[in-house]
């Protein structure tokens, strides 16, 4: 079974900051890679996907990177804003599977 | 486009009533999940949905849970009887447009169930 963590739980940083979201999954045969975006209280918005044959993919302030062969991905968010806090979900799709494996997600608090 | 809509967003029942959360998903699209959320174990798949055909409900927890799709922008899951365990969040999501972003899900807003 597909087990997706996150790293950290949760992370304060100010405003203005570079930060890095981690993700790794244990069955590297996935078909892509999610990250999404909770508000509390909200639903989830799709941020950003990477398909397995892509190293990575940029919207914005965001990029989000793939290593399938190690199980790891990166969401790397750029001058970072009170805006932006959130709680910030990885999920796997497999190549068996349909069904989003998510990890338990990342709170970040951006602090003016 | 509206996106994946769902009703009621929140809803708060007694414990042994009937609970029916309902999806309307993204025209076009062809597959549709039930997901549910909680504290403890996060997101999880209930049951997937392919051109209006139940594929895979393993992740229905029990018999008091069961869903429909009658037609391609519709689908219900029922709860009969609920009970305070069944709190939780439910999320509707689709997926399918051709497309090299064919997977990629949307999600609905949820509904927050609350069962006393």
């Known amino acids: 079974k597909q087990e997706v963590t996150q790293i950290p739980a949760a992370l304060s940083v100010p405003e203005g900051e570079n930060l890095v979201l981690n993700c790794s999954f244990t069955d590297s045969a996935i078909y892509n890679l999610q990250w999404f975006r909770q508000d509390p209280g909200k639903g989830l918005t799709s941020l950003l996907l990477?398909?397995?044959?892509?190293r990575e993919q940029t919207s914005g302030r965001l990029n989000a990177s793939l290593d399938k062969s190690s199980g790891r991905s990166t969401l790397y968010i750029a001058a970072s804003q009170p805006g932006d806090s959130a709680t910030y979900l990885c999920?796997?799709?497999?190549?068996?599977?349909?069904?989003?494996?998510f990890g338990k997600g990342t709170s970040l608090l951006v602090t003016p | 486009d509206a996106g994946v809509i769902q009703s009621p967003r929140h809803e708060v029942t007694e414990m042994g009533q009937e609970v029916t959360l309902r999806c309307k998903p993204i025209s076009g699209h062809n597959s549709l999940f039930w997901y549910r959320q909680t504290m403890m174990r996060g997101l999880e798949l209930l049951i997937y949905f392919n051109n209006n055909v139940p594929i895979d409900d393993s992740g229905m927890p029990e018999d008091r849970f069961s869903a429909k799709m009658p037609n391609a922008s519709f689908s219900t899951l029922k709860i009969q009887p609920s009970e305070p365990r069944d709190s939780a969040v439910y999320f509707c999501a689709s997926s399918g447009l051709e497309g090299s972003s064919y997977n990629e899900q949307f999600f609905g807003p949820g509904t927050r169930l609350t069962v006393l």
């Open positions: 990477i398909q397995s044959s892509q």
């Open positions: 999920a796997v799709l497999t190549n068996s599977g349909y069904a989003l494996n």
